[in-house]
């Protein structure tokens, strides 16, 4: 039985780093499983699209997808967009079996590959007691969204930290200067901003300059191409494999 093959959907970006920092994930992902073909596709701003995507697999006779989104909470993207186009493939293409996976986030692997930017950012063991870390999201106005991000918040208090507080680009309040702000008013001595972001781009761009403009001590890289995230696109594939009825392939 061949494997399914790995459609990983990204937003897309007007900024070109965006796309670049995607397609080096999904490479990751390629040399983490050799025996998985790896595909990507953008909802907008970048190509390929998932229409032309799934009629490339369908034509060259693959006969299962998983759809993968690479986004880190269940909003609209990934309750409303993302559906929505699967289904219109589905019609079109009705000899492709299309899965759509769960949404990345949460999961412990995010939460190591922001302890893994926040060191590379400079923050050692010793620093974190006297240390606050403001959780810098993209911002969404769906509720379920903004409640996993207060939820990872309220888990990362419990690794240490003096004091954890969730932000966000847009959307949604605290912006990450007010965050950063109010911790310092609180008597935090020092402030480490992290991304909860997996690309940089415009919103990613807006926490470093909030975190800037209120004089956080520490800003940490967006999650990147980090190896634990490609862990983590290989763990949500298996996950829809077994819903399946599939086997997982070894890693």
């Not at 492709?96 to 990345?104: E, F, K, P, W």
């Not at 302890?115 to 240390?131: C, F, H, M, N, S």
């Amino acid at each position: 039985m061949s494997h399914p093959v790995l459609l990983v959907i990204a937003h897309g970006s007007r900024d070109p780093r965006h796309a670049a920092t995607v397609h080096a994930l999904t490479q990751r992902v390629r040399a983490a499983r050799p025996g998985l073909r790896v595909e990507t596709a953008f909802l907008e701003f970048n190509a390929p699209s998932v229409p032309r995507v799934l009629e490339r697999l369908a034509a060259e006779g693959a006969d299962e997808v998983i759809a993968l989104p690479l986004l880190l909470t269940r909003a609209f993207h990934a309750k409303t967009d993302i559906p929505s186009v699967l289904r219109e493939a589905r019609a079109r293409l009705p000899r492709l079996h299309i899965r759509q996976a769960d949404v990345l986030g949460p999961s412990p692997l995010l939460n190591a590959t922001l302890g893994r930017r926040l060191r590379e950012a400079g923050v050692r063991p010793g620093d974190i007691p006297r240390t606050g870390l403001v959780l810098a999201s993209a911002g969404s106005t769906d509720p379920e969204a903004i409640a996993v991000i207060a939820e990872i918040a309220r888990e990362l208090r419990h690794t240490g930290w003096c004091a954890v507080r969730p932000a966000f680009a847009s959307a949604s309040l605290p912006r990450t200067e007010d965050a950063v702000r109010a911790l310092r008013a609180e008597g935090v001595d020092r402030v480490a901003v992290a991304p909860y972001v997996i690309a940089p781009g415009r919103l990613p761009d807006r926490i470093a300059a909030g975190a800037e403009a209120a004089g956080a001590d520490v800003l940490a890289d967006v999650l990147g191409p980090a190896p634990e995230l490609a862990r983590l696109l290989l763990e949500r594939y298996d996950e829809a494999r077994v819903l399946t009825g599939a086997s997982s392939l070894s890693a």
